[in-house]
């Protein structure tokens, strides 16, 4: 009996590349649903909790905010999914590759 070769992907092939390169595009659910929830009643629980501004300069959202925002008690009161979209904000800068280290 002839043994049956199963294709496996090799890391250098270009699905795989293709596979990897894409990824962040599946994880996020929901695209932009934070910003409209920190333009609306959301930012204002959270300048009002950290007393520092949301928005950079640049017009990006400030994960130092997000991540002192996390420490306070409003961050606790907020429903499940809005929770993981700010750790997801907050873990999603460090993927950036124009950012200095």
Do not use: C
């Not at 930012?43 to 640049?58: D, E, F, L």
């Not at 420490?71 to 950036?96: C, H, M, N, S, V």
Request: proline fraction near 3%.
């Amino acid at each position: 009996m002839a043994k049956m070769r199963r294709y496996v992907s090799k890391p250098g092939h270009a699905k795989a590349r293709r596979r990897k390169r894409n990824w962040i595009q599946k994880a996020v659910k929901r695209p932009g649903e934070l910003t409209r929830k920190l333009h609306g009643s959301l930012g204002k629980r959270i300048v009002a909790a950290t007393k520092r501004p949301i928005w950079t300069k640049t017009g990006e959202i400030n994960t130092n905010t997000l991540r002192a925002f996390t420490k306070t008690k409003a961050y606790q009161r907020l429903d499940t999914r809005t929770k993981q979209q700010i750790q997801f904000a907050i873990r999603a800068e460090g993927f950036r590759k124009d950012r200095k280290r």
